[in-house]
């Protein structure tokens, strides 16, 4: 399941780049515009499950505490 985790991130990163890097016809620019923004999310929640992959045991602290 651990490898698994790891693959979606690494796929949620790889998209978000794509994203960001696509650009629409120039007159589009407010889907551009979104499709850069959704790029980046798809970025920081890629980094943040490679994240929680590597470095479990910080997180299980966090959960204690709440």
Known sequence: MRFVKGLIGLIFITVGLMLIVITIDDSLLIKNILLKILG?????IGADILHRQFHPNK????????
């Open 40 to 44: 980046t999310f798809c970025i920081f």
């Open 59 to 66: 997180y299980k602290k966090d959960d204690q505490l709440g």
